[in-house]
């Protein structure tokens, strides 16, 4: 597989199926912000964490794979005239949110109650949780507004939303695991 095709030299790119688009086409920064939220799970995954969290983080990262398959995929190149799949481009399931849903729940069974907003931070791998929850979030408004204007599956939509509340608890475990302070945040009381 040749790295280099200089084909998109002049600002182009081709979706699964063939479709040319401008590489700053809204499906284009979609499937590069869940890539770019596939680094960042990478990276936290080399950072030190309990061998459980790690393997949910590669079983994401496989996922987030197959959310970027979807995406990069022409819808109108996706299925033959008869409705049969022309292209062979895995599916994000209801059990993959599912799991993550019980994962999340898993760790709110050992962390106190949250009765503030807490400021990101408090330890680097505490820290690389919340960018990468950050950046799911982002690639969440992004399919969002592709969606707005070209249909995608809403297990997509869901698996992302989802994933962000999981990043959310795990950088709380985290926290809790690497006795990291957690701060609250508390709004200033304006003076009347």
């Not at 969290?53 to 398959?69: N, R």
């Not at 204007?149 to 985290?174: C, G, H, M, T, W």
């Amino acid at each position: 597989m040749k790295i280099y095709t200089k084909t998109g030299d002049k600002g182009k790119t081709s979706l699964f199926g063939g479709t040319r688009v401008d590489k700053h086409h809204i499906r284009i920064n979609a499937y590069g912000t869940v890539d770019e939220l596939n680094s960042w799970l990478g990276l936290l995954r080399d950072q030190k964490m309990d061998a459980h969290s790690q393997e949910i983080l590669v079983a994401t990262q496989d996922k987030l794979f197959t959310v970027g398959a979807i995406l990069a995929t022409d819808p109108d190149k996706a299925q033959l005239k008869s409705g049969k799949e022309r292209l062979n481009i895995p599916k994000i399931l209801l059990s993959d949110a599912e799991l993550l849903e019980k994962e999340i729940d898993t760790m709110n069974e050992s962390l106190p109650p949250m009765t503030h907003f807490i400021l990101p931070g408090g330890h680097t791998t505490v820290s690389y949780c919340h960018i990468a929850r950050t950046v799911c979030r982002r690639a969440e408004r992004m399919v969002s507004f592709l969606h707005e204007n070209q249909p995608v599956d809403e297990l997509v939509l869901i698996y992302l939303n989802r994933l962000s509340d999981y990043l959310f608890v795990l950088a709380r475990k985290l926290s809790l695991d690497l006795k990291a302070n957690e701060i609250k945040w508390i709004p200033e009381k304006k003076d009347k």
